[in-house]
């Protein structure tokens, strides 16, 4: 799935090309696109059309469209090969073109939802009271969010009695972050993977997130990290943020700090990447 950095840059270009349009008309392709909107896709086209978009909003690596009735949102789910595509609409149509939505203005472009994998898709939610989804209410701000509480972060994270990969990895404590910016984040801190959360000092913790917060922002500056097709902006570009990864992706390539070999090691149905001489293990993980 992809993470922060991808999903803000989708965002960002659904702020600029969707945003202040409203819907003509919504042609749903395939119903696992929309088997989250638990209506079904003929529902989910005529509760869509006549309305307007709102600015795209996102919290961790969800995304939505608020609605101009104040009270509903499409949320976005791009799964592991989700695309939201503004295309002409006369371009033709993508092999994997799952959901159209058209527009009633003269601007010829229209949304277009693409997934190979079909486990991505779009679906109408009622706002909480802070203006989310109601289905991701429960998710946590992220690090690069003006709000987020880095000293509540602290508290709950010495409070969670794990460790910190695995704490980084929790939505409901914070979101975004998912396997390759932890890596990243964590070579750059020093920190192995199994470090207890409860061995944190706060300045160690304002340390980590500082580089969670660095390596996002370098990512977002390009793009974002596309290792394959499947991830791309609006206007179906790759971001190329794997080209200065550190940590994910290099096994057996020397460290760019000391020069040792990084190690992988499955981790949770994922891998781990680390420098077995600069991220050393904890004493009771050895």
Known sequence: MPELPEVEVVRRGLERWVAGRTVAAVEVLHPR???????????????LKGHRFGVARRRGKYLWLPLDDGATSVLGHLGMSGQLLVQPGSAPDEKHLRIRIAFDDADDTELRFVDQRT???????????????????????????????DDAFHSALR???????????????????????????????????????????????????????????????????????????????????????????????????CGTAMRRRPWMNRSSYFCPRCQRPPRAAS
């Open 159 to 257: 409070l969670r009695r794990t460790t910190i990969k695995r704490a980084l990895l929790h939505q409901s404590l914070i979101s975004g972050v998912g396997n390759i910016y932890a890596d990243e984040a964590l070579w750059r801190a020093r920190l192995h993977y199994e470090r207890p959360t409860a061995s944190f000092t706060r300045p160690r913790t304002a340390e980590l997130l500082g580089h969670v917060r660095d390596v996002m922002n370098a990512a977002l500056a390009v793009g974002g990290t596309s290792f394959d097709s499947l991830y791309v902006n609006v206007n179906g570009e790759s971001g190329y943020f794997d080209r200065s990864l550190d940590a994910y992706g290099r096994e057996d390539e020397p460290c760019r700090r």
């Open 119 to 149: 486990f991505g898709g779009l679906s109408l939610h009622t706002n909480s009271p802070d203006g989310l989804p109601d289905v991701i209410a429960h998710i946590a701000r992220d690090p690069l969010d003006p709000a987020f509480d």
């Open 33 to 47: 696109a929309v088997r989250r909107h638990v209506a079904g896709g003929a529902d989910f086209a005529a509760a």
